[in-house]
């Protein structure tokens, strides 16, 4: 949003003396939508999460790979039920909200029950899908629903209820600074246009600096662009403050993601290292 609306691209291309083009941001619901727009050629790059990258580079063949990091913040389990403090309380009555079957939540939640449960389909038949609005509000409800995998803002709307404990973190089970969604791109647009990609990245790492740097006005610039009854400029302010929540070109827990994947069939081989599956402009950087 940042790059869109104070038009970093063009700024960053115009600083290597090439002609200015901007970033026009055009929302679609799911990583489904944003893997068609890459492959039909309708989008040449596309937000999407670690495990989907891993997913369409490997049916691509290295068609799509990632151009560099977004966010990192820490998706969370949370829960309205006292009883359950960690995965083995969960009896197989209680149900588990996650965005989708396939969602990085539902992914470290099955990443989690290898590592605390020994299976890692253990709490597969808990597992109900729901979009984070509904989910929340069946948990709070006290509904079908007694936990929920989730991400920013969710995460922090649940947290104010007195009720909701956290059971969960993806950073105990990616490591910290996991990273959340990062931006990918068609590999074709990426080599007939490398000035434009590398432009692109330092806008990224521009725009991470300005949000660290004035969150104040950050949260404006969101809330100017995606309306909001549930948040105010200092509740987005708040968790664009929280030590929890990075923003990082730098991709991180792309390689633990992959392990998992390659170990329960979701991929045919692992990349060897993360920068198999990302562009050569952040290679150099400090991910994992």
Not at 32 to 59: C, F, Q
Not at 105 to 134: F, I, S, W
Not at 158 to 181: C, N, Q, W
């Amino acid at each position: 949003m940042m790059i869109e609306e104070e038009k970093l691209l063009g700024a960053a291309l115009a600083e290597q003396g090439d002609p200015r083009i901007e970033l026009k941001l055009q929302r679609v619901s799911g990583s489904t939508a944003v893997n068609e727009g890459l492959l039909a050629g309708l989008a040449d790059m596309g937000v999407m999460g670690a495990p989907s990258l891993l997913i369409i580079n490997e049916k691509t063949r290295g068609g799509v790979k990632g151009l560099a990091g977004a966010s990192s913040f820490p998706m969370v389990l949370n829960t309205v039920l006292d009883r359950i403090k960690t995965l083995a309380d969960f009896t197989p009555q209680d149900r588990i909200a996650a965005p989708a079957i396939t969602a990085p939540q539902n992914l470290c939640l099955r990443m989690a029950a290898e590592k605390y449960l020994g299976d890692a389909k253990k709490l597969d038949t808990n597992v109900v899908a729901l979009p984070h609005p509904d989910a929340m509000a069946a948990m709070l409800s006290g509904t079908e629903v007694v936990a929920h995998f989730t991400n920013a803002p969710f995460a922090q709307f649940e947290a104010d209820d007195k009720r909701v404990h956290r059971v969960l973190s993806s950073e105990e089970i990616l490591g910290k600074s996991a990273t959340f969604v990062l931006l990918a791109a068609n590999t074709k647009f990426v080599e007939q246009n490398p000035k434009v990609s590398a432009a692109m990245v330092r806008a990224m790492d521009t725009a991470i600096a300005r949000i660290a740097a004035d969150p104040t006005k950050a949260a404006a610039l969101y809330l100017k662009l995606e309306p909001s009854k549930s948040m105010t400029p200092a509740y987005v302010e708040k968790i664009l403050r929280d030590p929890e929540n990075i923003f990082s070109v730098a991709p991180g827990g792309v390689m633990a993601y992959a392990e998992f994947m390659q170990r329960t069939g979701q991929l045919k081989t692992k990349p060897t290292k993360w920068q198999d599956v990302f562009f050569p402009f952040i290679q150099e950087r400090i991910g994992s």
